[in-house]
């Protein structure tokens, strides 16, 4: 029986060095990915939500202001500050419109979220499930081959 020639055992040290090294940023990069599949949850129920209800609050407060002041314009009958007034009314009910479409958009998005988003996610942890089950049995199986060769290699028992 002929024996095997081992003779560099370093390249498959740094290929396990490597595997290792990635296998910690892969796990840091799909963290990163699962707390910004939470943060985009959290932003749409709630940060998004207050802000566009307070755009609409300060928007409709604005509608009221400019409404009050064309009434006033009809009543005194002129006509420059009543066409003026109508523009920034009608520029305010455009706006209003715009922010209640947008404001439908995000209940929509939310809506989807769990549908689209978290069926991606779940994909994201399936690959950290693979990672942290055969890619670490992988590097357990590099050590031991290395172990074992480096014994081979320099006479001693297997």
């Not at 029986?1 to 498959?12: D, F, I, K, P, R």
């Not at 290929?15 to 990915?33: C, H, K, M, P």
């Not at 407060?61 to 066409?83: G, I, V, Y």
Request: proline fraction near 0%; charged fraction near 35%.
């Amino acid at each position: 029986m002929s024996g095997a020639h081992v003779t560099n055992l370093e390249s498959l040290e740094r290929f396990r060095s490597s595997l290792v090294l990635f296998l910690e940023r892969a796990n840091l990069i799909l963290d990163e990915v699962g707390e910004e599949v939470k943060r985009t949850r959290i932003w749409l129920q709630t940060e998004q939500r207050l802000k566009l209800a307070l755009e609409m609050k300060r928007i409709h407060r604005e509608l009221e202001m400019l409404e009050a002041e064309l009434f006033s314009a009809r009543l005194s009958d002129l006509a420059q500050k009543k066409t003026g007034v109508q523009m920034l009314v009608n520029q305010k009910r455009r706006e209003t419109r715009e922010l209640e479409e947008t404001q439908r958009k995000v209940a929509g998005w939310l809506r989807g979220y769990d549908s689209i988003v978290e069926t991606e996610a779940k994909k994201v942890e399936k690959l950290r499930h693979h990672l942290d089950t055969d890619m670490v049995r992988a590097v357990t199986y590099l050590k031991e081959a290395i172990l074992q060769l480096n014994a081979y290699s320099s006479g001693g028992e297997v």
